[in-house]
Structure formats: structure tokens, C-alpha cells
């Protein structure tokens, strides 16, 4: 288990040389995204993810002797410790090709190999350098301990996932009438964290699914600030290694959001 000070280290040094390695890609005319093969999520991998991750595991293979759970590879293991990594080297990939400053890279640190029991996670949107950290309880935004803010249905600001069918409308429609205002930014590890900055209030995903990737440091992170994020049933989410399992998540700045918008929702 890592230290707060050398888990804030390392994952500044990934954040650093993923930033220097794409500006290189990108002097010598780079297409970041070209496929590079398909990932263990079974979607397509981009060069610029291949990037991000190969730096990722380069840096942690210096010291880390546990499992790593990465979107491209799937798991690795480097040592016999019972420790677990959990990184989405990019989240918000099309964002990233297109210059669209909100993307991120994702990591999160579990001291079992079954995820848990988490102890840190670490968020950094790569298009502005806005941080998130959680160590051991306690959240950080840009070095700042922050909390979630507790605002009302009708105050709120919801994030959600791209709609893929007309059913899906509905439900935004339903949502649209009883909140403050909605936003489709393309990060579901951002939208979650900036939950826990306060910026934001809740993030809905009721149409494609996340993958653990997906969620695992940002729930960590959110949990830390005092959200809630759970299966849009209100259940727990699972750590699943297997990365073509996804669930649909709900994550608040509070308990009692999190209340009125899983009867929203299913009504």
C-alpha cells in the first residue's frame, strides 16, 4: 500500500509523461485515432489510449507487485502482492481526439485483489489539469478538500450518457422537467468527480452501461466527498474483472437525490 504522498507522486509522474507523449505523437502528425486492435472492454483501442496505458504500466511496473486491471489489456500481474490497480488510461477517447478539452486519466488502488477495499483514487481531466484525489476517506479537488454540495431536484445540474433510443428521451424528458438543467460531456469518470467538486449534483447513465474501469475511482472518489453512487436499482457496484460486463449507475452529492431520482426514474 502506498503512501498519500507517493500515490500522489506516481500518478502525477503517469499524468505528466501521458501529456508529453501525446504532444510528441502529435509534432510528428500522429492520427490519434487510428485503431490500434480491440481492447479487453471488446471495443476498438485507439492510438492515443495505447499511449496513455503503455506509459501507465511502464511507470507502475517500477514498484508495484500487485494485479493491474487496465480497459486494453485486461488484468496483468506483476507480482505476488495482494494489491489491485484499476485504470482507464482515457476516459472520454473521442473527446481526446477531437481537442475537446474533457478527458481524462483514471486510476484507483485496493489493497485486496478483489477491489474491496479501496484506499485511493485519482482523477485528472488532461484537457484543463483539474485534479481529483481521495486518500483513505478524505477527497481533494485541485489540492482542496472538498465535500459534495446538497442541493434539491429542482436546483440540480444531471450529467448523462448519449442517448441510443427513442425510449431513452422519454426518460430525459421526465428528468429535464424536474431539475435544474442537464449535460452530456462525454466522461463518466468526470461527471462523477465533479460531483464531488460540487460543480455538479448527479450523473445518470441509463442507456449503454459502464464498465468498472468506467466507475471504480470515481465512486471512490465521490464516496469520500459524502455522494452516493450506486446500480440505477440502488444497489452496490461491482468491481468486475471481466470487462464486457457493464451496469447503469446512478451517483449524488446526496442520499436524499439519490432517493427522489431512483423513483424519477422508474416511474
Known sequence: MYSKVKTLELCRQIVEQIQERIRLAKERG???????????????????????????????????????????????????????????????????????????????????????????????NLGNNDEFFAYQGKTYYNEKSTKTVHRELKEAGITLIRPTASEHMEIIDKIRKNCKFIRISGSAALDV?????????????????LKTVDYAAAAYILQCAGGVITTLRGEKLPINKDLTKIVNVLATGSKELHKKLIKLIAK
Not at 193 to 209: K, P, Q, V
Open 30 to 124: 500522429a492520427d490519434l485515432s487510428e485503431e490500434w486492435g480491440i481492447g479487453a472492454d471488446k471495443d476498438a483501442t485507439l492510438q492515443i489510449d495505447m499511449i496513455a496505458e503503455e506509459v501507465a504500466l511502464n511507470v507502475l511496473k517500477e514498484g508495484f507487485n500487485g494485479t493491474i486491471l487496465t480497459e486494453e489489456k485486461g488484468l496483468e500481474k506483476l507480482g505476488k502482492d495482494e494489491e489491485l490497480v484499476i485504470i482507464d488510461p482515457i476516459d472520454g477517447t473521442k473527446n481526446a481526439v477531437r481537442g475537446y478539452p474533457f478527458y481524462a486519466f483514471v486510476i484507483s488502488f485496493y489493497t485486496d485483489l478483489e477491489g474491496k477495499d479501496p484506499y485511493a483514487g485519482y482523477i485528472n
Open 193 to 209: 468527480a465533479y460531483i464531488a467538486s460540487g460543480s455538479m449534483d448527479c450523473f445518470i447513465d441509463f442507456t449503454r452501461g
